[in-house]
T-cell receptor
């Protein structure tokens, strides 16, 4: 199916475990983004990628790792999950080669992660 | 750090009423986007405004970008239950967006 998908949609894990959230887009968009959404904080940028093998930190990168070996995939890994990482995670992609701020960001449906 | 303040945080109105939500910042943005998010889904772009003073209309929704490109407003005329959702503004700078915390709108039939 065309679009942007995330998996899993729901995940429960324990403190200290490694967790990987997957994001896949079918548009060949150059830019991809990971956000977390929390009550009282809104959407905050974790990491972004301008192209395959090019990634950079956003506002709240600590405790997260990303990679982008292929244009269509942008996995987010929590190396050692903490309770403060309980959140809803959204992946997004953007269609501009230059990633202009006027480009539309298309969001996935989100992954609800609970860390016990 | 660029911040966007949205007000009100919550808004509950009756069908047919008009409403305005605000998005304010002390920073200048190159663009301002409005998104709507429904429960269990990701945000969906409604509009992008780029020019100071710009006004865009999308059916019953009117969006305005402040002259100084630091603030924006969203006005909904004759609100309907289908307008219920979380409205987010986002300021654009290069390739990154800074989001406000959102206005949760409930339109009661």
């Amino acid at each position: 199916d065309a679009g942007i998908t995330q998996s899993p949609r729901y995940k429960i894990t324990e403190t200290g475990r490694q967790v990987t959230l997957m994001c896949h887009q079918t548009w060949s968009h150059s830019y991809m983004f990971w956000y977390r959404q929390d009550l009282g904080h809104g959407l905050r940028l974790i990491y972004y990628s301008a192209a395959a093998d090019i990634t950079d930190k956003g506002e709240v990168p600590d405790g997260y790792v990303v990679s982008r070996s292929k244009t269509e995939n942008f996995p987010l890994t929590l190396e050692s999950a903490t309770r403060s990482q309980t959140s809803v995670y959204f992946c997004a992609s953007s269609d501009g080669w230059w990633g202009s701020s006027t480009d539309t960001q298309y969001f996935g449906p989100g992954t609800r992660l609970t860390v016990l | 750090t660029q911040l966007l303040e949205q007000s009100p945080q919550f808004l509950s109105i009756q069908e047919g009423e008009n409403l305005t939500v605000y998005c304010n910042s002390s920073s200048v943005f190159s663009s301002l986007q409005w998104y709507r998010q429904e429960p269990g889904e990701g945000p969906v772009l409604l509009v992008t405004v780029v020019t100071g003073g710009e006004v865009k209309k999308l059916k019953r929704l009117t969006f305005q970008f402040g002259d100084a490109r630091k603030d924006s407003s969203l006005h909904i005329t004759a609100a309907q239950p289908g307008d219920t959702g979380l409205y987010l503004c986002a300021g654009g700078s290069n390739y990154k967006l800074t989001f406000g915390k959102g206005t949760l709108l409930t339109v009661n039939p």
